[in-house]
């Protein structure tokens, strides 16, 4: 290419589309306003350039060659945006957030028995729009991340050279990558790496300790890991294992786990020793430490003696058992404690994205208000540290911090939050000093909580009067978020109108559904009256399926009768798997409740919460 040339389009449904020559992208995806656009889409807009401009290679250069193997390009796409990004901003620490923002989304979606390997057969159209999902792209690219640590990054990178010099301009197969890096590393590629793409799934690590006097050595075994706690696979992976110590944190012995069961002798390792598996989190699989390996390892999240991505993985791998069933809930938030001196912004978003899933599993029952009290107490303080003013010293992650904390005690109904937040938007409203981009959509989402018609016009006078895009999507999307039923109901009608672009609609509308128990029931109840509309409005696409994904956060099987009998009789063109998805999902979150509900209940009471 002599040139490309990137051009905002204001209606667009995907973020961006890789047209060789000439990317197209949404407005919020390419434009920055130096004053208006926060931290968090200037990072959003720098990966998605990153993304699209890796499609000219891996897409547009060497295509796959048929749909089954997309995610040589969505996969691929995916882990280079990060690389892109790191190397042109080094201190957004992006790699870190790479664990929250694709590793985790891909072990969720993964964990579902209406998952799909990486290389799925396609023999409609309309089975591949499903596939642009979590599985092609996160996934795709949390197994590359993988195989470049476990080749090194010279052979990979040599071996992606062979891979794109050979291919250009024509069509490649999966094993075509695989031919291409065997030849630059000498590693059996193919024999490894067809495990992760041919089959759903992935496993969980179970380690236990088996230390002597001289020499420290756990036995690991792996069995595939269930979002229902199912122990009955006998599938089974190639694993590429590292693994740390306290006495040796800087030098990981590996281990290639070809089996069900192995054991590993830690190099450098003293008995007495934490020991950490998967330092970095650069595998793709769950951990289930022994009591005495998680027991040892707590003093370490305490003082930090172990790094961010480890203290983050910890808590993360926890809470994935205690969702499926594997361990409890209360032991999870017990190991929150260790974390009272955690100021990572990426580690503090992740305990933050926990417990709010937590949040929504319980929004309905008496502990809820307990549960809100834990949060203010976890993170109140941390906002009196940070400020609510930029600071000279601020890094990037700290403008990402402040917003996540303002959003998070507005949520929990922190009662200095909701006092500052009102008027900060007042003085913002009347002409006086504008709320800081960075923390100007948390102050919209707080107030809106008030529910008064007065702050509601307020922000669609807001709405209105601007012409930067970036500033609408900001107010549309919160506003179904208060707790007034029938500005709801306005937003939903609003959410349909001329005033929101379409591709914008699925978004407003998921606004409302954020909006606690009622808010998802309305949701639900509009989108099954206005179905036919959407069908028509949307064709059965991307955000066709991003609409039918509301439904996933339902906690009843009650809901779960509703939402498959809707379904059965009202056919959902290329979002059927997302509806499979969906409904085990709530069938998931009821047994999760029914499982954990009490004991939870009674840890917040024996924490006098």
Known sequence: ???????????????????????????????????????????????????????????????????????????????????????????????????????????????????????????????????????SYEKGNSIIRMLQNWLGAEPFR????????????????????????????????????????????????????????????????????????????????????????????DKPTCYLLEGKEGEILIEGAKPGDWIKVNPGLIGMYRLNYSDEMLKRLLPAIKNQALGA????????????????????????????????NERNYVVLSSINGNLSELGSLFSHLPCFTQFKAMRRRIFSRILEEVGWEKKETDGHTDALLRNMLVVTLGKSDDEQVLARCQELFNTHYTGGKQIEADIRGAVYLTVRQDGTDETYRKLMD?????????????????????????????????????SVRSNDTP?????????????????????????????ERYSGGFLFTRLVQVTSNFTTMDHYKDIEKFFAENKAPSAERAVKQSLESIKLRAAWLERDGESVAQWFTEQGL
């Not at 992935?202 to 020499?215: K, R």
């Not at 209105?464 to 970036?470: F, P, Y």
Request: with cysteine; charged share 20%.
């Open 462 to 498: 807001l709405f209105n009067k601007t012409d930067l895009h970036e500033e609408r999507e900001r107010v549309q999307r919160i506003l179904g978020t208060g707790p007034n039923a029938a500005l709801r109901s306005e937003t939903l009608e609003f959410a349909m109108s001329e």
């Open 158 to 249: 040599k071996g992606l050279a062979l891979y794109l010099k050979k291919f250009q301009y024509s069509n490649a197969f999966t094993e075509d990558l695989w031919a291409a890096l065997e030849e630059s590393s000498g590693q059996p590629v193919n024999k490894v790496m067809s495990t992760w793409t041919s089959q759903i799934g992935f496993p969980m690590i179970t380690a236990e300790l088996a230390e002597t006097t001289d020499e420290v050595r756990i036995k690991v075994r792996q069995q595939k890991f269930c979002a229902n706690g199912d122990d009955s696979s006998a599938q089974s992976w190639f694993v590429p294992i590292s693994v740390i110590s306290q006495s040796n944190p």
């Open 1 to 135: 290419l002599p040139k490309c040339d990137m051009i905002a389009v204001p209606h667009l449904d995907f973020g961006a589309m890789e047209n060789w020559g000439l990317v197209t992208y949404r407005e919020t995806a390419l434009l920055v306003d130096p004053e208006n656009t926060s931290s968090g889409t200037k990072q959003w807009v720098a990966l998605v350039v990153g993304h699209e401009l890796a499609h000219q290679w891996f897409g547009n250069l060497v295509t796959m060659e048929w749909w089954t193997h997309l995610w040589l390009n969505e996969g691929f796409a995916s882990w280079v945006e990060f690389l892109c990004v790191d190397h042109c901003f080094p201190d957004w620490n992006i790699w870190l957030q790479y664990v929250n923002m694709s590793l985790k989304r891909a072990l969720q979606l993964d964990a579902l028995d209406s998952s799909h390997p990486i290389e799925v057969p396609v023999g409609h159209p309309n089975e591949i729009d499903e596939i642009f999902d979590a599985i």
């Open 507 to 535: 978004f407003v509308i998921h606004g409302v559904a954020n909006a606690g128990p009622e808010g998802r029931d309305q949701t639900w109840a509009f989108i099954k009256n206005k179905f036919p509309v959407f069908l």
């Open 309 to 340: 991505a480890d203290r983050l993985g910890i808590q993360e791998d926890l809470f994935a058992l205690a969702k499926a069933g594997y361990n409890n809930t209360a032991n999870l938030l017990t190991l929150m404690g260790a974390y009272v």
